[in-house]
């Protein structure tokens, strides 16, 4: 089958079967495509035949074929030598096979050629009968590198050059060759009448151009060694001096434009002014200090007036940090998990939510949408490497007058396919890990235990390697745009942890009442409270001693009375003196009580702010990490991975004939560097980057099989996605990304743009220069390009004074005399396919129509009648006097056609099928031939 869509079937005899063998070594090399071989001798009506694919070999039935596809076009291929029974047995069952084709296959267009091979000796053996219908074919046995080059006899008696001979012209004009899908013959029509051939010579070159191809790709799509120069109206950009100063510079932009994300915002505690007592409120608290003195209780009155609302602030935070037990606690202040094991970054980020909807009474965490950051983050990255101004805030970089672009990929992300794996005894100790260039934070702590390590362990020496090791790749990947980037996040989650920890460590210090001045306090009640007890003392002791004296009669009771006043006066005055002395310490510490009461609830609202900022700052990392997966694995292979390398069959094909020719491009890296260079020149504009990263990301999502219709129309969503877990659409793009999937649709679209400019003449040098050199097939070594494909191709003209000849060995002396062996002025068809870079070149010759009177090996009857254009058997596409397939006139005049006739009851069918050929180097089964249809030698 030359194409999917065009079954060849070959009918041809026992005696022929090195021909399909040889064919079949072909197709295993992808030489010649598909086709089907149907033994003359095997027909018995069911129509058993083999089909050969890519070198298997499998028995199918043509007649349910039929039913497998719609075919385009059926050539039905006659193959046979010029031996009479075989001729005649080959015909009839080629005829009945073009019956059954036309018949069963839908209306499919039918093609009949017949192949005939003619050795030198052959001489009057073969009755040709009338074309019929059939495109007749003459092979001679002789061969030629190509046209106009002196031709060899093949020899007859050996199969090694026979087969293969026959082989390559059948492939020619059966259209067999890979990637030919039309024959010489296909536009040659048929005799109207008797029989005409034409004598038939091909060449063949087929120079394959994978290994150039993938070298051309590879190093046209490698950005390793550097990006392209953007090209804007035909001025390239220029590679910036200083790539650090200007990724430096970069992400110094992007945290200015966003540095919202970075913001700590914490209040500062209202304090209140001292606050002025008045008259009326002054005498209030000296009754009410008189009146708990009286009772002997001041110190009491003194708490009531001290008590704040830090102790309630205190216990209100104890509740919400410690009500679910002290994990979260653990996780923050400590660093330890439920497990007691280190806490991740990520278990501390979800511990501290967890405080924040306890703290707030918020049922769930906000997350912030962080897309115009991580936008800002993809556009300077890009803009850096292409040049293209991305809005007003985002322009390129310039060296004078010109664009200016950063080429190197690891100046702008690590790679994320090259993590650091920890190995060694040192993994036997911490486990084997990994940590990904833009994970900073993990970096850090992996590092910090590495150092421990080193510093004093069994394992110090291996440590030490992995520590060093780890130091040389962390300094590489810092100094990208990347981790530029990641840096202020990372610094920022850290002290933001720190900072939480600490308020939370201060608030689970207990407050009590006394809490707040309760030192002084005490002091000042007990002094106060003492003074109290010595002035009563004396007052009463005064009192009582004038009402003894006045009971007595020393004095008169007015007097008494008069003295217990004074007495009752300077005990107020006492207690007046020592409520000023204790009010002035009482108001001050209850103004610094006022001013704890304010910084608890500034600290508290700070503790609730400074959760909130480590829930954003890890949020921010998370999706941090997950976008440095996917930039750093578009930056490095913006078109994929490399694809892989066809399989090469080593030795390739030994058993080629003269006319035919395989080849492979030699790899010429100098050249294939000057055409890399010339083609990025003109490929890549200014901004090609957008497309490009719009695929690459379409296809990402695309490969990781969300299910989500919103991200498989607009893959830019993914820049809302505010969850980086692993099973997010976020994390599970990114994962995606890392994977080595070769993904052809990056780069097909280029590299056909890289094709079209190599087969413009504009760069024919470059392109001869490529392609120069081939080396040949079979090991026989290497050859310039231009003469290993010669005048293959390159039409000879029949030019009278330098005529181009074919074999005359089969002709009658009469025919060579009359020079009927000439190539014919439409005799010369050529075909050549281009497959990339590869070539494939068909150059058949075919001599002026010979009839059997010109044919050494044809029966020579006398007055042999002619048949007009107009008659019946004309109109017959199948039969003729001389073809059994004319007893069934129904095919001609359009009515129901009989059955085919089987071969066996064939009127003219031999007695006994030919004897297999003797076993040769190409036969099947050591020189057995292969026998599923019971005694027929095939």
């Known amino acids: 089958m030359s194409t999917d869509n065009d079954l060849t079937l070959i009918v041809a005899p026992a005696a022929l079967l090195g021909v399909r063998e040889t064919l079949r070594d072909w197709s295993a090399g992808g030489l010649v495509s598909d086709f089907v071989w149907v033994p003359a001798e095997a027909q018995n009506g069911q129509w058993p035949a083999f089909g050969i694919s890519a070198g298997r070999k499998d028995l199918v039935q043509v007649s349910r074929l039929a039913g497998l596809r719609q075919y385009r076009t059926i050539r039905v291929v006659a193959l046979t030598r010029a031996v009479d029974g075989e001729f005649s047995l080959v015909t009839r069952v080629g005829d009945e096979l073009r019956w059954l084709a036309a018949q069963e296959f839908g209306g499919t267009a039918v093609e009949a050629l017949r192949v005939l091979y003619a050795e030198e000796a052959a001489e009057e053996s073969v009755d040709l009968g009338s074309s019929s219908g059939w495109v007749d074919a003459i092979v001679a046995a002789s061969d030629s590198r190509g046209p106009g080059i002196g031709a060899g006899p093949v020899d007859a008696a050996a199969p090694r050059e026979v087969y293969p001979h026959l082989a390559s012209q059948l492939a020619a004009l059966a259209a067999l060759y890979t990637g030919v899908e039309a024959s010489a013959l296909d536009e040659v029509p048929a005799a109207a009448t008797g029989y005409r051939a034409r004598l038939s010579r091909s060449f063949y070159r087929g120079v394959d151009a994978t290994a150039v191809e993938d070298g051309l790709h590879d190093r046209l799509f490698d950005v390793s060694e550097g990006y392209p120069l953007p090209n804007e109206s035909g001025n390239l950009s220029v590679a910036v001096e200083n790539e650090q100063a200007a990724v430096d510079q970069a992400s110094s932009a992007l945290w200015r434009k966003h540095s919202w994300v970075l913001a700590r915002n914490r209040v500062a505690p209202q304090v209140p002014a001292q606050e002025k007592i008045t008259a009326g409120a002054a005498l209030k608290y000296f009754f009410q200090f008189l009146f708990a003195a009286l009772r002997g209780a001041p110190a009491n009155w003194a708490k009531a007036l001290l008590r704040s609302g830090k102790a309630a602030v205190a216990q209100t935070v104890q509740r919400a940090v410690f009500g679910g037990g002290d994990s979260a606690y653990s996780v923050v202040v400590d660093g330890i998990d439920a497990n007691g094991n280190p806490a991740h970054w990520q278990d501390a980020v979800q511990a501290a939510e967890n405080l924040e909807q306890r703290l707030t009474g918020n049922g769930q965490t906000q997350h912030r949408d962080l897309s115009e950051l991580w936008r800002g983050y993809t556009n300077t990255t890009f803009t850096m490497l292409d040049a293209q101004t991305r809005g007003q805030d985002l322009q390129p970089l310039y060296a004078g007058t010109r664009t200016a672009v950063v080429r190197g990929p690891s100046a702008l992300a690590g790679d994320p396919a090259q993590p650091f794996r920890l190995q060694g005894a040192t993994a036997g100790l911490l486990g084997a890990r990994t940590v990904q260039p833009a994970d900073i934070l993990q970096a850090n702590e992996l590092g910090n235990q590495i150092q421990q390590l080193a510093l004093g362990s069994g394992v110090s020496s291996d440590a030490a390697g992995q520590f060093s090791d780890m130091t040389e790749w962390f300094n590489t990947n810092r100094a990208s745009f990347t981790n530029r980037v990641g840096e202020p996040l990372a610094t920022a989650l850290d002290e933001v942890k720190a900072e939480v920890a600490e308020r939370l460590r201060s608030f689970r210090r207990p407050a009590s009442d006394d809490d707040g001045g309760a030192w002084e306090l005490g002091e000042t009640n007990r002094i106060a409270r003492v003074k109290m007890r010595i002035l009563t003392g004396v007052m009463t002791s005064v009192a009582l001693l004038f009402g003894l004296l006045s009971f007595i009669g020393v004095f008169a009771w007015w007097l008494f009375a008069i003295l217990f006043a004074l007495s009752v006066l300077g005990w107020l005055g006492g207690a007046l003196i020592q409520f000023l002395n204790t009010r002035r310490a009482l108001f001050a510490i209850m103004h610094r009580n006022s001013q704890a009461d304010a910084q608890a609830e500034a600290d508290r609202q700070n503790l609730a702010a400074a959760l909130g900022d480590l829930s954003r700052l890890g949020d921010a990392y998370g999706q941090y990490l997950r976008w440095a997966d996917l930039v750093g694995a578009f930056v490095h292979r913006p078109f994929g991975p490399a694809r892989p390398r066809t399989a090469k069959v080593e030795g390739g094909f030994d058993d080629l004939p003269l006319n035919a020719g395989v080849a492979s491009f030699v790899v010429d890296r100098p050249a294939v560097e000057s055409a890399v ?262």
């Open 677 to 938: 260079a010339t083609l990025r020149a003109e490929m890549f504009p200014v901004g090609w980057l957008d497309a490009q990263w719009r695929t690459f990301l379409g296809r990402t999502v695309e490969r990781a099989g969300l299910g989500d219709p919103v991200l498989a129309e607009d893959a830019g969503r993914l820049f809302h996605e505010t969850s980086y877990s692993e099973v997010s659409s976020l994390g599970r793009v990114a994962q995606c990304a890392l994977t080595e999937d070769t993904d052809p649709v990056l780069s097909a679209g280029w590299w056909a743009n890289a094709g079209q400019r190599l087969a413009n003449p504009r760069l024919d040098q470059v392109r001869s220069t490529l392609l120069r050199t081939v080396s040949l097939s079979g090991n026989l070594g290497r050859q310039p390009t231009e003469d290993f494909i010669g005048a293959v191709g390159t039409p000879t003209g029949s030019d009278y004074s330098r005529p181009e000849m074919l074999d005359d060995s089969v002709l009658t002396d009469a025919g060579a005399s009359a020079d009927l062996h000439r190539l014919a002025e439409d005799g010369e068809f050529m075909r050549s396919v281009v497959t990339g870079l590869g070539r494939v070149v068909v150059h058949t010759q075919l001599s002026q129509p010979l009839g059997p009177d010109d044919l050494r090996f044809a029966q020579h009857i006398e007055d042999m009648p002619e048949w007009a254009a107009d008659s019946a058997w004309a109109l017959n596409p199948l039969g003729d006097p001389g073809s059994h397939v004319g007893d069934y006139p129904e095919v001609a005049q359009g009515r129901p056609a009989a059955p085919p006739v089987s071969p066996a009851a064939a009127p003219d069918a031999p007695a006994e099928p030919p004897a297999a050929p003797p076993a040769g180097p190409l036969a099947p089964g050591g020189g057995e031939y292969d026998n599923p249809f019971g005694d027929m030698p095939f």
